[in-house]
Antibody, heavy 119, light 111 residues
Framework: QITLKESGPTLVRPAQTLTLTCTFS??????????VGWIRQPPGKALEWLAI???????RYSPSLKSRLTITRDTSKSQVVLTMTNMDPVDTGTYYC???????????WGQGTLVTVSS | QSVLTQPPSVSAAPGQKVTISCSAS????????VSWYQQLPGTAPKLLIY???RRPSGIPDRFSGSKSGTSATLAITGLQTGDEADYYC????????????FGTGTKVIVL
């Protein structure tokens, strides 16, 4: 059974760096074809894809946020970490961790974690 | 960053059919598989359709997907009150660096 769970701060100050951790089970990120990514959703708005890291350590980023994002993995801990620098109130939203297979779709989602950016 | 265009909302009575369109450029839908996600109120999205028209285990055949050129469509037949949710299409975009794009989202309203 594949599960993913996001963890991190619920409140971040403007200009600070956000660090989110996705802890997963039921698969290994060293398995060929698999990836773990991040997707966010501002309150009442649409989904926005952020980044993904693959079994071979290949990484992809949203072009509009690439300069602010870093995604890394710790295969031994079954964790993927996303950092986002220079946080702004517009970055407020729910951040989801997702499992990807064959670089196509996201078949498992975490429950999401709400991050509020406010002074 | 490219975006997939969906109608803001569609509605129909229980038992009826609704269709949701998803359109964009050839650098994404035209060359890649489309997926659809259902987001029930207050919950995380769930994969509904993948590779244009395939359903994950447990998804009823009332939900179907199709793709033609640079557009994709999600159809829901035998509409139920439990289908009231937001629906998003998504696909990879190969322009510049490869990245994933979601649609603008469509709210299905069951009258």
């Amino acid at each position: 059974q594949i599960t993913l769970k996001e963890s991190g701060p619920t409140l971040v100050r403007p200009a600070q760096t956000l660090t989110l951790t996705c802890t997963f089970s039921g698969f290994s990120l060293s398995t060929s074809g698999l990836g773990v990514g991040w997707i966010r959703q501002p309150p009442g708005k649409a989904l926005e894809w952020l980044a993904i890291i693959y079994w071979d350590d290949d990484k992809r980023y949203s072009p509009s946020l690439k300069s602010r994002l870093t995604i890394t993995r710790d295969t031994s801990k079954s964790q993927v970490v996303l950092t986002m620098t220079n946080m702004d109130p517009v970055d407020t939203g729910t951040y989801y961790c997702v499992h990807s297979r064959l670089e196509r779709h996201f078949d498992y989602w975490g429950q999401g974690t709400l991050v509020t950016v406010s002074s | 960053q490219s975006v997939l265009t969906q109608p803001p909302s569609v509605s129909a009575a229980p038992g009826q059919k609704v269709t949701i369109s998803c359109s964009a450029s050839s650098s994404n839908i035209g060359n890649n598989y489309v997926s659809w996600y259902q987001q029930l109120p207050g919950t995380a999205p769930k994969l509904l359709i993948y590779e244009n028209n395939r359903r994950p285990s447990g998804i009823p055949d009332r939900f179907s997907g199709s793709k033609s050129g640079t557009s994709a469509t999600l159809a829901i037949t035998g509409l139920q009150t439990g289908d009231e949710a937001d629906y998003y299409c998504g696909t990879w975009d190969n322009s510049l660096s490869a990245h994933y794009v979601f649609g603008t989202g469509t709210k299905v309203i069951v009258l």
